[in-house]
């Protein structure tokens, strides 16, 4: 969907928050109520029944009394009120939430309430200092504090749905009062949500979390902790081989591989600008020994930057270039938490690169082309955001700085050919990004690949290098992951392939089926011919995975057992397959015979990024 027809939901999505805040008052008049901002493909609204629970058994009269409120065609009509006359419309009507909006309002501007949807507030600007008076939209008996936008009047809604009902602690805080988030969702015809709601059963199948388990790649222990997988053989094969070839690329282009520790001290990040930044979204460290304030490493460009300023580095060494994959942590929200997609142990591919301002674009087009070959290889379609900044003060740096810099990126990305788009306000708050992004099963977009200009960090930690003048100047860093997280990437990929890896991507390549126990010794023979076969690419020195099936079972429930693994190769051996000295081979879209001789050669001919 394009960004103008998101947009062009966006008023009717907003109205329709309404709509439901409207219907569940008139069905539970002693409603609290939170805010309604619109979300991807719909809307939520917060909502306090006291000790009443909404079910998805109150889902039917909800809807029923929102199509009412549609017929009814009723206007939105938009005036203001003065603040201190707002405080009293929320107290009079017993809505303490809306009033704790408008007392931070009054007091301390937007600023305060920065952690809300604009949408759901009754001004226009963040920071303003004070707010004398306030935005409202009524439709029929309902009276809501907002700035809009919303569509003419109810009857201008579209095709909705409620979904389900989560719990939220208010504006995110585990502090505050616990309230209901009630999810729906909108599109402008019936036709549209209907594929829409296809598409969600279609994605139940590819959700990498039930995918995950059935194929036994990972899993969530409560005694680790939410938002710490585990991953089992068969899933670290994946992220390992995944690592492995993002590795290689990289190491074919001149990087060398470093390692940093799990914790630093705060002072490191204090130097870097993320302490202020993020601070509070990390992992502390208590040290018994020392007093030193220490955290979980969340990133890692801050200690790289340490190995560079170790010695002193002239420009005939630029650019230098630093790899290592390695896990950060981040103290994520417990509700934020989502399989594999967020998480609070997250591992990197990670990269840096040191060079001097006029060797930008050859950096930039570098790793445009390794991502390119990355992702060709794994058939993933990827989308290109150019994040770049807005007209906020989130950034550290020289706005000129940050002109030059989104200029260089941009002409690298038209000189590659990407099919780009703009996303102002996305930049890291040290630079602008190539975001490479690649669509979930339900159609949210997740960033993957990013190559990062940053201008400020090599500043702050005082990194420099001699030009051929003898000067001291600084270097520019360039921050690049091909994976970005290798969780994330997981997610985004088993959803993808629906589990069904490319064939040297499959944590089992190969299973061996046996009809009854009279041919186990000739399947031993078939093993005894895999065993040491090398897959050459794309991987570097891929030895073939694979295991027997010799149980006491119908030959056809070890096939639906291979299946239902998504095994891509399946060898099936009987009686007449041992007198003729062959196997029988089953692919995921045809069989054949192969004989024994020759079997080795036919595996390693296998499309090597799939067996279809």
């Known amino acids: 969907m394009s960004a103008e027809e998101k947009n062009n939901l966006h008023p009717m999505r907003h109205s329709l928050a309404h709509i439901t805040a409207a219907a569940v008052q008139h069905l539970w008049p002693e409603a609290k109520f939170g805010v309604g901002p619109v979300v991807e493909n719909g809307f939520y609204y917060d909502i306090d029944l006291g000790d009443q629970k909404i079910s998805e058994d109150d889902f039917a009269k909800i809807e029923s009394e929102m199509q009412a409120i549609v017929k009814a065609n009723q206007k939105f009509e938009h005036f203001t009120m003065p603040i ?95 309230m209901q988030r009630l999810y729906g969702v909108a599109f402008a015809t019936q036709q549209a949500l209907d594929m829409y709601l296809k598409q969600l059963e279609e994605a139940k199948a590819r959700d990498h979390r039930k995918l995950g388990q059935e194929l036994d790649l990972f899993l969530i222990s409560p005694l680790v902790g939410a938002g710490l997988p585990l991953f089992t053989p068969r899933g670290t094969v994946l992220r390992e081989l995944l690592n492995r070839y993002s590795q290689q690329i990289r190491k074919d282009q001149g990087y060398e591989m470093v390692w940093t520790p799990h914790i630093a001290k705060k002072a490191l990040y204090e130097t870097s600008g993320h302490w202020a930044k993020f601070g509070d979204e990390w992992l502390k460290v208590v040290s018994q020994e020392s007093n030193d304030e220490l955290v979980m490493k969340p990133m890692n460009c801050p200690h790289h930057q340490q190995i560079y300023s170790s010695r002193p580095r002239s420009y005939r060494d630029l650019p230098l270039k630093y790899m290592e994959t390695t896990t950060d942590y981040r103290d994520e929200k417990a509700g934020e938490l989502l399989g594999l997609s967020r998480v609070r142990s997250l591992t990197q591919d990670d990269s840096h690169t040191f060079c001097t301002p006029e060797q930008i674009p050859e950096v930039l087009n570098m790793l445009i082309g390794i991502v390119k070959e990355f992702y060709e290889t794994l058939e993933l379609p990827l989308k290109v955001r150019l994040s770049f900044r807005d007209n906020s003060e989130s950034y550290l740096g020289d706005r000129s700085l940050w002109d030059t810099a989104q200029t260089t990126m941009e002409d690298a990305a038209k000189a590659n050919g990407l099919n780009y788009y703009v996303g102002l306000g996305e930049a890291a708050f040290y630079g602008p990004k190539i975001d490479f992004m690649a669509t979930d099963a339900l159609g949210r977009e997740l960033q993957l690949a990013t190559p990062q200009l940053d201008f400020i960090q090599p500043q702050r930690f005082g990194l420099t290098y001699t030009n051929s003048d003898g000067e001291d100047k600084t270097p520019v860093m360039v921050h690049f992951a091909m994976l970005g997280s290798i969780e994330r990437f997981m997610a985004a990929y088993i959803e993808h392939t629906a589990g069904w890896f490319p064939f040297w991507l499959a944590p089992e390549q190969v299973r061996i089926l046996t009809i009854n126990d009279s041919v186990k010794e000739y399947a031993h023979e078939v093993a005894n011919e895999l065993s040491g076969v090398v897959l050459m690419q794309p991987a570097k020195f891929n030895e073939l995975r694979f295991t027997t099936d010799d149980r006491s079972e119908s030959l056809g429930r070890k096939i639906r057992d291979a299946v239902e693994m998504k095994v891509p190769v399946i060898l099936i051996v009987g009686n007449k397959d041992a007198e003729a000295g062959e196997v029988s081979v089953r692919l995921r879209n045809h069989e054949q015979k192969v004989k024994l001789k020759e079997l080795k050669q036919f595996i390693q001919q296998v499309q090597p990024y799939g067996a279809e």
Not at 89 to 98: L, V
Not at 131 to 151: K, M, Q
Not at 156 to 172: I, S
């Open 84 to 178: 201190d006359e707002a405080i009293e419309w929320a107290t009079q009507r017993n809505q303490p939430y809306k009033k704790e909006l408008l007392n931070d309002l009054k007091r301390e501007g937007t600023t305060k309430a920065k952690d809300l949807d604009m949408d759901t507030l009754g001004v226009d600007a963040i920071g303003e200092s004070k707010v004398a008076e306030v935005s409202f939209y009524r439709n029929g008996d309902f009276t809501d504090l907002c700035r809009g936008p919303h569509v003419a009047s109810t009857s201008d809604v579209g095709a909705f749905k409620l979904m389900r009902v989560a719990g939220a602690y208010w504006r995110g805080k585990e502090s505050n009062p616990q």
